[in-house]
């Protein structure tokens, strides 16, 4: 935890979608831990949802990262496959492409970086960061 109050945490994932399932459940902790057990239900999915599109369809190294500092929560995922993710319109039968419409639905705000666009550019190889946050009500 920074000293001006500010925390984060992070983790690098394995490139296995059965690795999700423990990251999630880590995500849930640190949030109790924070005192956002309320927000919990929605970070969680949403994590679980970026942690998946990034094993499916990004390349290791695979990176999830939440920090809260003053009002608000933000959860990252940064993955280095070359493409960029993209909100799909499915029909009521679509079984899989679900994932950015629930991060929009859930999160506060959503969207994307380029590799090129992140401070952190040693890797110098192609990749994103997908982000989502919420707004956290002061105590």
Known sequence: ???????????????????????????????????LAGLADDVVLVAGELLANASTHGRPPVRLGLAMDGGRLLVQVTDHGAGRPRRLDLGTAATH???????????????????????????????????????????
């Open 97 to 139: 492409g679900r994932g950015l419409a629930i991060v929009a639905a859930l999160a506060d705000e959503y969207g994307t970086a380029r590799a090129e666009d992140m401070a952190d550019r040693a890797a110098a190889m192609p990749g994103k960061t997908v982000w989502a946050s919420w707004h956290v009500p002061a105590r």
């Open 1 to 35: 935890m920074a000293g001006n109050g500010a925390r984060t945490a992070g983790w690098e994932v394995p490139d296995d979608l059965a690795a999700v399932g423990k990251v999630r459940g880590m995500v849930r902790d640190v949030l109790a831990e924070w005192g």
